[in-house]
């Protein structure tokens, strides 16, 4: 069974960090495009970062660029996204994807209409707060 489940979510203040993962089983990263998305209340879900299959290309929304960092490890199971200097617009729920190779950084994480493709995971919780 494919599945992915992120963790390491939880609440920071603002200007901390956090690190979160996401674990895929059933299946291997080292053939996919994936990546980071998160919803806000009332917001409809946004692509925060996408890496590509070969890890070349990658891709950063304009609100987290400069802060946030995508990785995976070298045995194509797990990916991460360590969050740096966390601001209050930073919350929501944080959800990891991952998509055919032949999507694109870009598709993936701009073109809503492609996640009904994507296998995701069931989401983790960030709340920055002070």
């Known amino acids: 069974q494919y599945q992915l489940a992120e963790s390491g979510g939880g609440l920071m203040q603002p200007g901390g960090s956090l690190r979160l993962s996401c674990a895929a089983s059933?299946?291997?990263?080292?053939?996919?495009?994936f990546g980071w998305f998160r919803q806000a209340p009332g917001k409809e879900r946004e692509g925060v970062s996408c890496?590509?299959?070969?890890?070349?290309?990658?891709f950063y929304g304009d609100s987290v660029k400069g802060r946030f960092t995508i990785s995976r490890d070298a045995a194509g199971v797990t990916m991460y996204l360590q969050m740096n200097s966390l601001a209050v617009e930073d919350t929501g729920i944080y959800y990891c994807?991952?998509?055919?190779?032949?999507?694109?950084?870009?598709?993936?994480?701009?073109?809503?209409?492609?996640?009904?493709?994507?296998?995701w995971g069931q989401g983790t919780q960030v709340t920055v707060s002070s």
């Open positions: 890496l590509s299959m070969n890890g070349r290309n990658t």
């Open positions: 059933g299946f291997t990263l080292d053939y996919h495009t």
């Open positions: 994807a991952a998509a055919h190779p032949a999507t694109s950084v870009q598709q993936m994480c701009t073109e809503s209409r492609r996640g009904g493709d994507f296998r």
